[in-house]
C-alpha cells in the first residue's frame, strides 16, 4: 500500500500565503507567521507544493506497496450512464484513453455499470474500447 505524508518545513516557510491561494481543499492556515496544514482536509493533491517558491512544503510518495508500473496493463475508462444513456463527457475520455492506450501499447477498456445497459456495450467498442467490463444490475439503476 502506498503511503504518502505532507509537511511544512519551518525555516524555508516566510509566510507569504501562495500555498492558501493554491489549495483547492482550504486545507491550509498560517500560524505564527508558518503555512499550518490540515491533514483532515487535505488530499495530497500537491498543489500547495508547485506554489511554494521557497520549497518549504515537501510532498513525499512512498512507493513501496504499489509495485512496478511495467506490472501494470491496460488503460480503463469508466463510463458514466443516465437513465441508460451513455453521457458524453464518456466519449471523451474514451478518446484520451485510446490515444494513452495506443502510445503504451495495450487495451483500451470501458467499465459501465447500471440497469438496462447490456446494449450499449457495442457503442463502447465503436468508440474505441478493445474491452467493455460490464455490470447490468436493478439495484445500479440510479448509479451514475
Do not use: H
Not at 113 to 138: M, Q
Amino acid at each position: 500500500m502506498s503511503q504518502e505524508d505532507i509537511r511544512v518545513v519551518r525555516d524555508k516557510c516566510t509566510g507569504c500565503r501562495l500555498c492558501i491561494k493554491a489549495c483547492p481543499f482550504d486545507a491550509i492556515k498560517i500560524v505564527d507567521k508558518v503555512a499550518v496544514i490540515d491533514l483532515g482536509v487535505c488530499n495530497l493533491c500537491g498543489a500547495c507544493v508547485e506554489s511554494c517558491k521557497f520549497k518549504a512544503i515537501i510532498l513525499s510518495k512512498d512507493k513501496g506497496g504499489v509495485g512496478i508500473l511495467s506490472e501494470f496493463k491496460d488503460v480503463w475508462v469508466f463510463c458514466e450512464q443516465k437513465k441508460s444513456l451513455i453521457q458524453s463527457v464518456s466519449y471523451e475520455l474514451l478518446g484520451e484513453g485510446r490515444r494513452l492506450a495506443d502510445k503504451l501499447g495495450v487495451d483500451l477498456c470501458a467499465v459501465l455499470l447500471g440497469d438496462n445497459i447490456n446494449n450499449k456495450t457495442n457503442e463502447l467498442i465503436c468508440r474505441g474500447a478493445d474491452k467493455v467490463y460490464l455490470v447490468n444490475s436493478p439495484f445500479l439503476r440510479n448509479y451514475l
